[in-house]
């Protein structure tokens, strides 16, 4: 669900359709949070999930507030589980599949805000708890290892409660996941969601060098989505689009980008977001399109991306 891309374009009507389109061609998690919006995303599932919550799982996130000029975070116990009550309105629903901590609050030790969370389980409003990964920016501004603050903050809560998913970056432009993060949640049958699979629309091929984004719209401000950098990273798509034309006409750069995920393991999940019907559909079809050895050896020699990602 896109919440921070050209929101003066998104419209209810056709998002409905494009959640009712999801759920059409066989997608089954529909991954929000309580800050999107905020609360605007919730509300939007939740009309879907009246009419068809059985065909959906469910995962939403808790941890962070939208304030006039900032996003905290908030951890503290009793915070969790009202927001949780909330949720649970919003979506019409009365289990949330995954709850999933979108930030730990710095002011609350991280097993108090999983206890928490933890609790939810055992009251039957929760079936399964996660984790997004944090630390990210923090580690590349230090130097350390990515992740590592992530896999630290996994093993404190794994003492509280089991840890089902880890919601993280994982790309083709955006591998850091694969050299820690991934090997652990593989050794523990932790799910890793794949966020931003696809580059923030980058990995797509639709985007020009140098078009302009609406204010609203995140990646007007980011590094990577200059016009500079948007040329220097071409030839990751271009390499994308070769791949793709092996297997027909018709498959996309999206498609070849989504399915390397797919062929990353059983326990990787793409969570790409869309603002079209047509989109997701497309998203889709990568799940049945696989790569060959010689597919993945290229994207393996695909250049690094250039440009900051804080």
């Known amino acids: 669900m896109n ?87 919003r979506l019409q629903t009365d289990v949330i599949d995954l709850y999933q901590l979108h930030r730990a609050d710095p002011e609350i030790p991280v097993e108090e805000t999983w206890g928490a969370m933890a609790d939810l389980v055992r009251a039957g409003k929760v079936r399964a708890l996660g984790l997004c990964a944090v630390g990210a920016r923090s580690a590349r501004r230090s130097g350390a290892r990515l992740h590592d603050a992530t896999i630290r903050q996994l093993e404190r809560v794994q003492q509280v ?72 990273n071409q030839p990751i798509v271009v390499g994308l689009r070769r791949i793709a034309r092996r297997h027909g006409d018709e498959v996309t750069p999206a498609q070849v980008a989504l399915a390397w995920l797919l062929a990353q393991g059983p326990h990787v999940v793409p969570v790409p977001g869309a603002k079209r019907a047509r989109w997701v559909a497309e998203n889709a079809t990568a799940a049945g399109l696989r790569l060959t050895a010689r597919d993945l050896a290229d994207v393996a020699a695909l250049p690094a991306a250039r440009g900051s990602w804080d």
Not at 14 to 41: C, I, K, Q
Not at 66 to 77: E, K, L, T, W, Y
Not at 163 to 191: F, I, N, Q, T
Request: charged share 25%; net charge neutral.
């Open 3 to 89: 919440w921070a891309y050209t929101g003066s374009r998104q419209r209810g009507d056709e998002s409905l359709r494009t959640v009712h389109r999801a759920l059409d061609v066989g997608v089954t998690l529909l991954d929000t949070a309580d800050m999107y919006g905020p609360f605007t995303n919730e509300l939007l599932v939740g009309r879907v999930l009246k009419e068809r919550r059985s065909e959906a799982f469910v995962s939403t996130k808790v941890g962070l507030l939208v304030g006039d000029q900032h996003i905290v975070a908030n951890g503290r116990p009793g915070y969790v589980k009202r927001a949780c009550d909330a949720s649970l309105r």
């Open 161 to 232: 409660f089991p840890v089902s998913a880890v919601e993280a970056e994982l790309s083709v432009w955006s591998k850091e996941a694969l050299d820690a993060l991934l090997p652990w949640c593989a050794a523990r049958g932790v799910g890793l969601l794949a966020a931003m699979p696809l580059g923030n629309g980058f990995l797509t091929g639709t985007l020009t060098p140098g078009e302009g984004f609406e204010p609203d719209d995140l990646r007007a401000r980011h590094p990577r989505f200059t016009a500079e950098m948007m040329a220097a």
